[in-house]
């Protein structure tokens, strides 16, 4: 039901109250001491630590407080390309499970309209594979893409592979993964906003001799921006950090490699925790920077 | 006493307990940092001499165990049992919980450090990892020790792995089994085979051709072949620098398609990989599986490395004697010989081989299991490094891992 109001563009109910009771505040307490727990605490330890530096002549995995700015200017020096490939993969993802969910969404949401038990049938295939971890479905993929597989001795055969080409470790078949495994996020929030469509709009953009295509990109995808806002940044904010798909152990190599995985490395293989930290407070800025710019260009105000 | 105790006994315990936290919470900032860094630093830093406490043993009333170990690295029977495991338990009534989830030294330390600094369960009772990591477990003060009285066996330890320099006697670790790193192949698709670190290189492998993930054992073979002997003090950044070129070539060149853990076997089944640096027990497995000798191993012209796989028992759990107990068992020369038998690596317990000698005369002779003077004339052990050259080395290897 989430995704409903993220998708939910209604705005007749009166949005300012009238006064700010105090009940309302009470109720706001607990919000306010999760987000100070978990969310403010993490970061602000995750800012210190990405300044800290080695213990002099000290152990693995031991830093001390300092101000040291080296760990960001490490970012530059080796993984540059770790972050655009990043931003690459989790764009061209986002691209592409927009290009999948949208008309699956229109169909469950208009078109299915009239059979509301097929409506529910599609609805849980949708959301079905969340019943599986996503850690067996992305190996499931990569078997299925292995170099003995049938899948490419068949492509190898149609020559649209060359004999000795890859599936797996390929650019393609991480962003694949990134794209399958964000379809739900990205669907079920243009269901909801699809949903309520008012089919009449769409009557009168035909009677006003309006084309079937220029009443879809002028009256259907504008009353459906918000689940479409939703969906890519549903979509794209988790798949920019995502460290599964790139992973030797998944479907990437050392050629696919993305921040998420210089990061997860750093943290929990050789215990660099200050440069880890430096590219999370990083990755994290950039996106901030760039959500925020994309939400000011397609207008929050449909959105909240 | 800085004052009178109330007489009230409740809350004679209350003002007791309250000075005891006092004096633990002063204690454990000592060990983590400074003041409100503290918080900040805790999940971080090793806790060094204020360290972790054994906790107490429940053993006698708990006759449980959870044992984390490697992929492939217990006998099992078709029906995915551990026959010397279920063994244990009829005989002691200790139920074992037998978990393979370790994949990697590193990555298995990552995921329980936390735990281990704290000297909470961290969800296994022992755990077999490698030498060095043992190593650093030890330094950091994470293991308990270990009471002899409650192993017997002992005795069997063989004499040349009694007295590592990071745990002299072996006061609080025991080995579990050792092992080779050298080359593997698959027969049919490579079937000259391989013979030096160099014909990894062939251009026919291309793309097909996984390392290990272990540092010491990828790059030890990496060094070998450049004529440094890893086991002597005589080399140092400049050798490892050239022998970090020759990997990250090969990997930037797409030569290697994955730097991996034991999950290159994986690799070998599905077809992704068809040459690997690997161990020596895992491919006699993996034929054992395919149901022929599909794979091949050997350790190359060049030498191998030679590393050894460690009990040990953090100080979070109370089961040490449940534990201690399996040790001694798995130090009887028959359970040792039975495990061999199947693993396909080197055991550390004397009387092992007169055993298999007489039950499993087709391994009395394996070179990988029961080496002679000769087969380990050419394996080699990576040696200690410093704490700064353990870091770098790793860095490196790292970087060239995440394709920087």
């Excluded at chain 1, 080409?165 to 669907?187: E, K």
């Excluded at chain 2, 969800?123 to 030498?131: I, K, Q």
């Excluded at chain 2, 700064?388 to 891992?401: H, I, L, P, Y």
Aim: hydrophobic share 45%.
């Amino acid at each position: 039901m989430a995704f409903a109001a993220l998708g939910s563009a209604t705005g007749t109910a009166d949005r300012t109250p009238l006064k700010t009771s105090r009940v309302a505040m009470l109720l706001l307490l607990p919000g306010l001491a999760y987000l100070l727990l978990f969310f403010l605490t993490p970061l602000v330890s995750l800012v210190v630590t990405s300044v800290e530096q080695p213990v002099p002549f000290g152990d693995v995995g031991q830093f001390q407080l300092a101000f040291n700015l080296q760990n960001y200017a490490e970012i530059g020096l080796h993984y540059l390309p770790h972050f655009a490939r990043a931003g690459l993969f989790a764009i061209l993802a986002t691209f592409f499970a927009l290009l999948i969910s949208y008309p699956l969404a229109y169909f469950i949401g208009v078109k299915a309209r009239r059979w509301p038990a097929l409506q529910a049938v599609l609805l849980t295939l949708v959301i079905a594979p969340f019943f599986v971890s996503f850690l067996l479905r992305t190996l499931a993929w990569k078997a299925i893409m292995s170099d003995d597989s049938t899948l490419v001795s068949v492509l190898r055969s149609l020559s649209i592979l060359p004999s000795d080409g890859h599936l797996t470790g390929t650019w393609f078949s991480v962003v694949f993964g990134l794209t399958y495994n964000f379809i739900p996020f990205m669907t079920l929030p243009i269901y909801a906003s699809l949903e309520r469509l008012d089919l009449r709009y769409l009557e009168a953009g035909s009677d006003l001799y309006a084309s079937p295509a220029s009443t879809f990109w002028r009256v259907t995808v504008p009353l459906s921006a918000p689940g479409i806002v939703s969906g890519t940044l549903l979509t794209f904010i988790p798949a920019s950090g995502d460290y599964i798909n790139a992973s030797s152990s998944f479907l990437g190599s050392v050629q696919t490699q993305m921040i998420g995985n210089v990061i997860q490395s750093k943290f929990l293989e050789t215990e660099q925790y200050p440069t880890a930290a430096a590219m999370s407070v990083a990755l994290m800025a950039v996106i901030v920077v760039l959500v925020a710019g994309y939400v000011a260009t397609t207008g929050t105000e449909d959105l909240l | 006493m800085p004052s009178q105790l109330p007489q009230d006994p409740i809350i004679r315990q209350l003002v007791m307990q309250a000075r005891q936290s006092q004096l633990s919470r002063r204690h454990l900032l000592q060990g983590a940092g400074i003041g409100a860094t503290a918080l900040a630093l805790a999940a971080c830093a090793p806790a060094g001499s204020s360290g972790p406490k054994p906790v107490a043993d429940t053993s006698d009333s708990d006759k449980t165990l959870t044992w984390s170990n490697w992929p492939a690295y217990i006998d099992e029977d078709a029906d995915g049992n551990y026959p010397t495991l279920v063994a244990f338990e009829d005989q002691t009534g200790i139920k074992v919980e037998y978990k393979i989830d370790i994949d990697d030294n590193n990555t298995y330390y990552g995921t329980i450090k936390d735990q281990l600094a704290l000297g909470q369960a961290t969800g296994a009772d022992t755990f077999c990892l490698t030498d060095w990591m043992i190593a650093r477990l030890i330094r950091f003060g994470y293991v308990q020790d270990l009471d002899a009285a409650n192993i017997p066996n002992k005795k069997n330890l063989a004499p040349a792995l009694l007295n590592p320099d990071y745990d002299p006697g072996r006061a609080k670790s025991l080995p579990w089994q050792n092992g080779f790193a050298g080359l593997a192949w698959n027969t049919e698709q490579v079937p000259g085979g391989l013979r030096e670190v160099n014909d990894l290189w062939d251009p026919k492998l291309k793309g097909k051709v996984t390392v290990l993930s272990e540092m010491r054992d990828t790059m030890g073979l990496i060094l070998l072949s450049q004529g440094v002997d890893i086991s002597k003090a005589d080399w140092g950044t400049d050798e490892f620098a050239a022998a970090i070129a020759v990997l990250e070539k090969q990997v930037q060149d797409g030569q290697i398609s994955g730097i991996k853990g034991n999950e290159y076997m994986q690799d070998f089944v599905s077809g992704d990989a068809i040459a690997a640096i690997a161990w020596s027990g895992d491919i006699t497995v993996l034929n054992a599986e395919a149901g022929y000798e599909k794979w091949k191993f050997a350790l190359p012209a060049s030498g191998g490395t030679l590393w050894g796989d460690v009990f040990v028992v953090p100080m979070g759990s109370p089961r040490k004697k449940n534990a201690e107990t399996l040790m001694n068992y798995y130090y009887e020369p028959e359970v040792a010989a039975e495990v061999a038998a199947w693993v396909n690596y080197i055991t550390p317990v004397v009387g092992a081989q007169a055993v298999a000698a007489e039950k499993y005369p087709e391994i009395a002779d394996n070179q990988l299991i029961f080496p002679s003077e000769e087969t380990l004339s050419n394996a080699h052990i990576f040696r200690g490094l410093d704490s700064a050259d353990d870091q770098a080395f790793n860095a490196e290897f790292q970087r060239v891992q995440l394709g920087a």
